[in-house]
């Protein structure tokens, strides 16, 4: 059987594994340190990050929720590692779509996602367990989705920002998108009605800032 590299020994990592057995993959999960590993309490293959060079041959998705960690992760192996799209097979795609987010670089797309049209996706995104994304939207590299998130027409996520289970983001429109600024966090439940700031946090129904 094929292997993939996971980047992670965390749930994150293990729904990416999970992808992977669904695409006919072994994933071969990589552990920070040896505490880590030993940690670790699943039958999976755990190899150490200090040992990656023994396994260039493999692609690779980063299992990480965290998008600073993540992107320190694709800075540091960006010209070693190939980093590959992960797609779970239930994941639908308007006209194009599909083709659009396999042109980028470490995209995860969890289980029951749905992606509409004209939508441009950055590299080293996750969008987990039936989550939506719809027209006109545009998502900057890092971006972390949470399941059940739902972002409407006409918005612009800013780099490694976070947006929580449940979160609906109302649409902007084509003049002037809806605007979530870059390491932003979003919280779980909250709806999103006006522009968020850059590094914020923003909870509640309607959305307000709280840091």
């Given at each position: ?83 590959v ?5 239930s994941?639908s ?35 987990n ?30 780099t ?19 605007q ?7 919280g ?24």
């Amino acid at each position: 059987m094929k292997q993939i590299g996971v980047f992670g020994t965390s749930g994150m990592a293990r729904e990416a594994g999970d992808i992977a057995w669904a695409l006919g993959y072994e994933p071969v999960y990589v552990a920070r340190d040896q505490a880590e590993l030993d940690a670790y309490s699943f039958s999976d293959r755990v190899v150490l990050e200090c040992d990656i060079d023994s396994y260039l041959d493999l692609g690779y998705v980063i299992g990480i929720g965290d998008s600073s960690i993540r992107q320190r992760i694709a800075q540091r192996y960006g010209e070693r590692l190939n980093f590959v799209n992960l797609i779970h097979p239930s994941a639908s795609f308007g006209r194009g779509q599909r083709e659009l987010i396999e042109s980028r670089r470490g995209v995860i797309v969890c289980a029951g996602v749905r992606f509409t049209n004209n939508i441009q996706v950055g590299d080293f995104c996750i969008f987990n367990l039936n989550s939506t994304i719809s027209h006109d939207v545009v998502i900057d590299d890092c971006v972390y989705v949470a399941p059940g998130a739902h972002v409407t027409g006409n918005v612009h996520i800013g780099t490694r920002s976070w947006i929580g289970s449940g979160v609906a983001i109302n649409q902007g429109n084509e003049s002037m998108k809806r605007q979530i600024g870059a390491d932003t966090i979003i919280g779980s439940g909250a709806v999103v009605v006006n522009d968020c700031d850059p590094n914020a946090v923003y909870i509640g129904v309607p959305a307000r800032r709280i840091k």
